[in-house]
């Protein structure tokens, strides 16, 4: 008797040990998943990017109009062309009513009939991109609503090759966002932020890009931001409104927030709210106008708006081949 309840105690013992065991083990187990789940989230942790980003504004195609050949869309003389553009907005900006200006260029217009003009523009909004409209809006511009274009001209040979080509001309904004510029007025505190340093800068989707910014000091008290700013979209880009220059590329900007504009001094190689692109290149500098507070020591978010003209050429070669 004795024995047995010796043996069940031995038993009883071992079971509750394997039973600690089991309970360790969960127990590790489920604080590894926790301190991995913990890991990751504090990678992802930081500054959540306030734009959808992305180098294209708006890009711009023929419609398919027919069949192939050698590369070069084909029709017979007898037949009508058309000639229509799908216009799909791929950055942040939205494209207002008649802000697309669209010239049809490379052919003789007293060639064809059923050509209705020359230039057109957009008759309806086209929306940029967002979370909830990730794809972006889109329109057509139909130089032959009529159905099509038909070529006039004798064709002498087998066919004549026409080269039509568009250029489109658009009003465009970038919305650059640094969210952690450092107000610091004694450089020797490591407190919170540093001032000497490259800041996380986030940009629009745009042809238009800011690409990096600086921070640096800028006398006693004060600093200042220096903005990089890229033609990253292959156009071409001026001021809003003014005439497009082979020689150079100009962009217009502004400080934000409204509240800040009065506290700094912003200007580009001496100019203030505009700036030309040396090698697609144009570099902004902001400096703080009147020194900080005795030891001032925050971060604020300060942004950068470019607005612009920008300017694209796509080109799309037509055989006519002569009825048989």
């Given at each position: 008797m004795n024995e047995k309840l010796k043996i069940s105690g031995v038993h009883k013992i071992s079971n509750f040990m394997n039973n600690r065991k089991y309970i360790f083990a969960l127990f590790a187990v489920s604080l590894l998943f926790l301190m991995t789940a913990c890991e990751e989230e504090d990678g992802d942790m930081g500054i959540p990017e306030p734009f959808q980003g992305g180098s294209q504004g708006l890009t711009a195609e023929?419609?398919?109009?027919?069949?192939?050949?050698?590369?070069?869309?084909?029709?017979?003389?007898?037949?009508?062309?058309?000639?229509?553009?799908?216009?799909?907005?791929?950055?942040?900006?939205?494209?207002?009513?008649?802000d697309l200006v669209v010239e049809l260029k490379g052919i003789l217009l007293a060639d064809f009939s059923?050509?209705?003009?020359?230039?057109?523009?957009?008759?309806?909004?086209?929306?940029?991109?967002?979370e909830f409209n990730p794809e972006g809006g889109e329109t057509i511009i139909d130089f032959t609503p009529t159905g099509g274009a038909s070529y006039l001209q004798e064709i002498s040979g087998t066919h004549y090759t026409i080269n039509p080509f568009i250029v489109y001309t658009y009003a465009y904004s970038t919305k650059a966002l640094v969210p952690e510029v450092c107000f610091k007025e004694n450089l020797r505190d490591e407190r919170l932020c540093n001032v000497r340093e490259t800041k996380e800068v986030f940009s629009s989707g745009a042809p238009i890009q800011v690409i990096s910014v600086e921070e640096e000091t800028a006398g006693t008290g004060k600093i200042a931001l220096t903005f990089e700013v890229d033609n990253v979209g292959g156009g071409e880009v001026t001021t809003p409104g003014a005439e497009f220059n082979p020689s150079y590329e100009q962009i217009a900007y502004r400080l934000e927030p409204i509240t800040e504009r009065a506290n700094w001094e912003c200007t580009a190689a001496g100019r203030e709210n505009e700036a030309r692109l040396v090698d697609g290149r144009a570099t902004i500098r902001c400096r703080l106008l009147n020194p900080l507070e005795e030891d001032a020591l925050y971060t604020k978010a300060i942004g950068l708006i470019v607005n612009y003209d920008y300017r694209d050429v796509v080109q799309q070669k037509i055989r006519i081949k002569k009825a048989i």
């Amino acid at each position: 008797m004795n024995e047995k309840l010796k043996i069940s105690g031995v038993h009883k013992i071992s079971n509750f040990m394997n039973n600690r065991k089991y309970i360790f083990a969960l127990f590790a187990v489920s604080l590894l998943f926790l301190m991995t789940a913990c890991e990751e989230e504090d990678g992802d942790m930081g500054i959540p990017e306030p734009f959808q980003g992305g180098s294209q504004g708006l890009t711009a195609e023929f419609e398919e109009i027919g069949p192939v050949e050698e590369g070069e869309y084909f029709f017979y003389e007898d037949e009508v062309i058309p000639m229509q553009m799908i216009f799909k907005n791929k950055g942040e900006e939205n494209v207002d009513i008649g802000d697309l200006v669209v010239e049809l260029k490379g052919i003789l217009l007293a060639d064809f009939s059923g050509i209705v003009s020359g230039v057109l523009s957009n008759n309806e909004l086209i929306e940029g991109i967002s979370e909830f409209n990730p794809e972006g809006g889109e329109t057509i511009i139909d130089f032959t609503p009529t159905g099509g274009a038909s070529y006039l001209q004798e064709i002498s040979g087998t066919h004549y090759t026409i080269n039509p080509f568009i250029v489109y001309t658009y009003a465009y904004s970038t919305k650059a966002l640094v969210p952690e510029v450092c107000f610091k007025e004694n450089l020797r505190d490591e407190r919170l932020c540093n001032v000497r340093e490259t800041k996380e800068v986030f940009s629009s989707g745009a042809p238009i890009q800011v690409i990096s910014v600086e921070e640096e000091t800028a006398g006693t008290g004060k600093i200042a931001l220096t903005f990089e700013v890229d033609n990253v979209g292959g156009g071409e880009v001026t001021t809003p409104g003014a005439e497009f220059n082979p020689s150079y590329e100009q962009i217009a900007y502004r400080l934000e927030p409204i509240t800040e504009r009065a506290n700094w001094e912003c200007t580009a190689a001496g100019r203030e709210n505009e700036a030309r692109l040396v090698d697609g290149r144009a570099t902004i500098r902001c400096r703080l106008l009147n020194p900080l507070e005795e030891d001032a020591l925050y971060t604020k978010a300060i942004g950068l708006i470019v607005n612009y003209d920008y300017r694209d050429v796509v080109q799309q070669k037509i055989r006519i081949k002569k009825a048989i």
